[in-house]
């Protein structure tokens, strides 16, 4: 049973950090690409960084960079997202997403809610 399931989320107020992280069982974790997206209230789900299958490459979209870094552990089939002088505007749900792009196969998590708010 392929599982993906995030923690670490929260209530922050602005210019703090927290450390996401999202436990994949159920699947060769190590074959796939890992990204992590978000979703505000009321806005699309947008894809706020990726990294490679053994981790030797990642990106970051332009509102997250500098700021957040994404990084995995394969003995340990964890994915973490670590945020950094975090913004009421990243308050969102983050979503852990796994991908083997030339297999079509797709997994994602439930979520989990991080706000940003004084």
């Known amino acids: 049973q392929v599982q993906l399931v995030e923690s670490g989320g929260g209530l922050v107020q602005p210019g703090q950090s927290l450390r996401l992280s999202c436990a994949a069982s159920?699947?060769?974790?190590?074959?796939?690409?890992m990204m992590w997206y978000r979703q505000a209230p009321g806005k699309e789900r947008e894809l706020v960084a990726n990294?490679?299958?053994?981790?030797?490459?990642?990106n970051y979209s332009d509102s997250v960079k500098g700021r957040f870094t994404i990084s995995r552990d394969n003995v340990k089939n964890t994915v973490y997202l670590q945020m950094n002088s975090l913004k009421p505007e990243d308050t969102a749900v983050y979503y852990c997403h796994a991908e083997r792009k030339m297999f079509r196969m797709e997994y994602w998590g439930k979520g989990t809610l991080v706000t940003v708010s004084s």
């Open positions: 990294i490679t299958s053994t981790g030797g490459s990642t």
């Open positions: 159920g699947f060769t974790f190590s074959r796939y690409a």
